[in-house]
């Protein structure tokens, strides 16, 4: 009997994206047995391994077809491909997804005379982003030196090894504890589901398939049912003030004439001031809950 054949999928093993990565698979049916500590875990219901790694390494597992799929963060895919050589030219973004959101941005001191993206002309920027600022520099026509650090970026400017700095922000608050001013966003970045080119056409198949697990379960996650009676006079203006629904299912209630219950999947979030306008409306009993699972 021939071998199963399996995907193959790398995620990072531990850091900012680890959890979520993990949950998302899990969310779109993979169980896999809990130990963390080793390289491959194998799903036990679906054939898939998933390789625990580095974010930093995905690329070249995918380059090397040791895995199909990959997730990582979208700055560090799209800075391999800026650095690789035409290595990592063949691997595509499937999905972004939704999380390990930020930015890679230029941070100036907060004494620093920035007037534009001009005044970075002679300096020199510290960064672990080579490529992509390389390229942000180039496209701008800015002559700039680069020096490339590991880690600690932020305090370079402090220690003069560089003039200002180039790093993915989040919140910001590691820019301000350092004096740190944010000038230029060269990209903003979320974690993204990366493919190389699938030829096997069965695990090309089971590709599909995960991707559109994971697609159902983002939409799913965004997206809400919404319940609510309605007057049947004022049905048109509450069908307008519905988020993201274009046709909601409009059901008689019994002994009502005056009067129908609306049904309708949103796909965005439902807030209280939309939760507020059907009310003002003439929408009552209005109930909003999650959705587990969503497939066309
Ligand atoms: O061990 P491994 O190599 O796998 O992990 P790593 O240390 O290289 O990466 P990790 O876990 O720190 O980040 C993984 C991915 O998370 C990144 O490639 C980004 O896509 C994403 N991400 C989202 C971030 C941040 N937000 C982030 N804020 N990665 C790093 N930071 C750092 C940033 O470099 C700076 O030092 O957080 C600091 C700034 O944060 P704020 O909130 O103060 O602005
Ligand atoms: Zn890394």
Redesign the pocket.
């Known amino acids: 009997m021939s071998e199963e054949k399996r995907l193959k999928i790398a995620i990072q093993k531990s850091?900012r994206l680890a959890d979520q990565s993990l949950a998302l698979l899990e969310k779109s049916g993979v169980s896999l047995a809990k130990s963390r500590d080793q390289l491959l875990c194998r799903a036990e219901n679906y054939p898939l391994d998933v390789f625990l790694v580095?974010?930093?390494d995905i690329p070249a597992f995918l380059a090397n077809n040791v895995c199909q799929l990959g997730i990582l963060g979208q700055n560090?895919f799209l800075e391999k491909q800026a650095l690789g050589n035409g290595k990592f030219e063949s691997l595509s973004q499937l999905l972004p997804l939704g999380y390990g959101k930020c930015r890679l941005s230029i941070a100036v001191p907060h004494d620093f005379d920035y007037k534009s993206i001009q005044s970075l002309t002679g300096k020199v920027i510290a960064t672990s982003y080579r490529g992509l600022l390389a390229a942000y520099l180039k496209q701008h026509d800015i002559d700039a030196d680069i020096v490339t650090m590991e880690g600690a970026v932020e305090v370079a400017p402090r220690t003069h090894l560089a003039d200002v700095i180039c790093d993915l922000v989040s919140t910001g608050s590691t820019l301000v504890s350092n004096g740190l001013v944010e000038k230029e966003v060269i990209l903003r970045s979320e974690a993204v589901l990366v493919s190389n080119q699938i030829t096997d056409p069965v695990i090309a198949g089971l590709a599909d398939q995960i991707t559109s697990r994971i697609k159902a379960v983002l939409r799913a996650e965004n997206s809400r049912y919404i319940m609510l009676n309605s007057p049947t006079a004022s049905l048109d203006a509450i069908k307008a003030v519905l988020p993201g629904s274009a046709s909601p299912t409009v059901m008689p209630l019994q002994g009502r004439d005056d009067m129908v219950a609306v049904h309708a999947v949103c796909e965005e979030g439902v807030f209280w001031n939309t939760m507020e306008a059907l009310k003002a409306n003439g929408a009552s009993s209005i109930l909003v809950v999650p959705i587990e699972k969503m497939l066309d």
């Open positions: 850091g580095r974010d930093d560090a």
